[in-house]
């Protein structure tokens, strides 16, 4: 069930992304889950139909949701840490058979992070 504190600091459309990214990555909401409807929501957690529409919306851009019209919002596939990991195991073996060897494979993995992180 999602919930969220009136009284908090945390804007309620924010609350609300954080909450249902939580339901997800818990697993109490998987792959094609329905979810209620904007109305459905903003009623049960007596807040406006504007602010469950945000949060949606944004939850839509980011690739966790999906709207289908009529027949609702529904999480949307997401990717796994392991099969994340998976691929990032291919790719270092398709790095191999290009002929890198593990010194240049670790170089290029630790310029990424540090593209990435400064």
Excluded: C, W
């Excluded at 919306?57 to 099969?83: A, C, D, P, W, Y």
């Excluded at 790095?95 to 890198?100: C, D, S, T, V």
């Amino acid at each position: 069930m999602i919930q969220i504190e009136h009284n908090s600091p945390v804007p309620i459309y924010e609350q609300l992304i954080l909450e249902i990214e939580r339901m997800i990555k818990s697993g109490a909401l998987k792959e094609n889950d329905s979810l209620p409807s904007i109305r459905q929501l903003a009623a049960q957690l007596d807040v406006a139909i504007n602010t469950v529409a945000r949060a949606y919306q944004e939850l839509e851009r980011r690739g966790v949701i999906i709207s289908n019209g009529r027949k609702g919002t529904f999480v949307k596939h997401t990717r796994t840490t392991e099969s994340n990991m998976r691929d990032f195991k291919e790719m270092i073996i398709e790095l191999i058979k290009q002929g890198l060897d593990k010194k240049e494979i670790e170089q290029t993995f630790n310029n990424s992070i540090n593209q990435i992180f400064n």
